[in-house]
């Protein structure tokens, strides 16, 4: 369970011509530390997130941790070319990001890409209750149209 409230909303937003967008004031404290900083992580094609670095850092160490421990024991030994695309991802997923005046984003290569927008192109900020995430409009309609059907399911599951 997080320690900050839960982090909720569906906004639309313009990319600018520079790959900046600003997130609200509630949204950018909820997800940056004192100076700005927070972690920016490709999702799935189509959707980038912000999260608190100290919340994304501590998931991060958990599982590599447990990784190395399975590694360390032997148990990794058939599996090693899954280990190397991990780290593969793991080399490429995120990026430490500062957000000036507190709140505007700037986008990077590598991220924009993945994001698939353009300049000037909308996207949506969506509270995912521990991170904020960016989508692509066409993958957010997309996801919404797959996952809402299991709304209440999950609701029911999550909270029983």
Known sequence: MP??????GELKRTIDDRFRVSLPA???????????QAILTKERYGC?????????????????SLIRQKIETGRMSNRWSEVQR?????????????????SRLL???GFREFLDVKPNQEVMLVGAVI?????????????LRQ??????????????
Do not use: Y
């Open 131 to 143: 991170c904020i995430e960016i989508w692509n409009p066409e993958a957010w309609l997309e996801t």
């Open 48 to 64: 980038i997130s912000v999260w608190k670095a100290e919340e994304w850092q501590k998931r991060l160490d958990d599982g590599v």
């Open 147 to 160: 996952d809402m059907p299991e709304f209440q399911h999950l609701l029911t599951d999550l909270s029983s």
């Open 3 to 8: 320690s900050e409230p839960f982090i909720t």
């Open 86 to 102: 991990l780290g593969r991802l793991l080399s490429t997923r995120h990026r430490t990001v500062k957000l000036a005046n507190r």
């Open 26 to 36: 509630e949204m950018a404290e909820a997800v940056s530390d004192a100076n700005g």
């Open 107 to 109: 986008i990077p290569e």
